[in-house]
């Protein structure tokens, strides 16, 4: 998997942020997952190297313009493209209602499949909000002003490395036989031989996860998301010594930030959804709210729009 902000900044655009959007590619499906759409995405989109015809899924954490303002306008360019095979979309109760509006009152036709879930139900039952072959996607309610969800991306386990060369000393040549093997499946030989292709792969390798947390005060809910992720996504609007501004307005301090993945035990944070406040230049800038996110958890970055991650779960150990 590999996460590129497409958007970092918060409330309105400046000249080096754009608005909250997130894309999570997923190479090995040839897909993409878009998490929130500020105004302008489709913009930055065609400023990055994604292609937009992977886009599949689409999840919004909550309705403030910043994070859905560029959604109809997406939408209609997938419709007008005409290469769009569908997209299903994520988000709190009123987004179907708000797209329906948009789209109506100016007149525009979306010409593929368009399908909305509603997640507040599956967010307050902890169950699962999507489950396939290879993934799984859960989410959680946050504490914001307005109803908000945190969503959490499991890559399942995938099969041990093929041991090849094994394979040739048993006699096994090499062919289409070898990616039944590799998947773990049995197979019969010519010969008549069953061999059971977990026998030929080393130990399961976990799969990468990676949170994406906007927007929210400080909350328990989110610590139990992320709990032992590989990647924390986490808002950053204000510094530690505007805390009591965070509070009043549901947002989060770096500290905040910091806190969340240390309790939760993730590999990695990056902090983002910045206030045009901390502009470089200014009393204080993203620089510093690093800072103060380091002293209490280490491996934290800042995003910028463009910036791009490969979430890359640890091995499991060999003897």
Known sequence: MQVTFLGTSSGVPTRGRNVSAVALRLPQRSELWLFDCGEATQHQFLRSELRVSQLRRIFITHMHGDHVFGLPGLLASLGLAGSCTGIDLYGPDPLRDYLEGVL?????????????????????????????????????????????????????????????????????????????????????????????GASLCGPDRPGASVVYCTDTVFCQAAVELAAGADLLIHEATFSHAEAALAYQRQHSTSTMAAQTALEAGVKQLVLTHLSPRYMPGNAMTPDDLLAEARAIFANTLVAKDFLSLDITPAEPATA
């Open 104 to 196: 109506r009152t100016s007149s525009t036709r979306i010409g593929y499949p368009l399908r909305t879930h509603r997640v507040q139900g599956v967010a307050s039952s902890g169950a699962l909000l999507l489950d396939d072959d290879d993934l799984t996607v859960r989410c959680t309610p946050l504490n914001h002003r307005v109803p908000a969800f945190a969503y959490r991306v499991d890559q399942k386990p995938r099969t041990g490395h093929f041991d090849v060369e094994r394979a040739r000393a048993m006699g096994i040549a090499p062919g289409p036989i070898y990616a039944e093997l590799k998947a773990g499946h049995s197979v019969t030989l010519d010969d008549g031989r069953i061999i059971n």
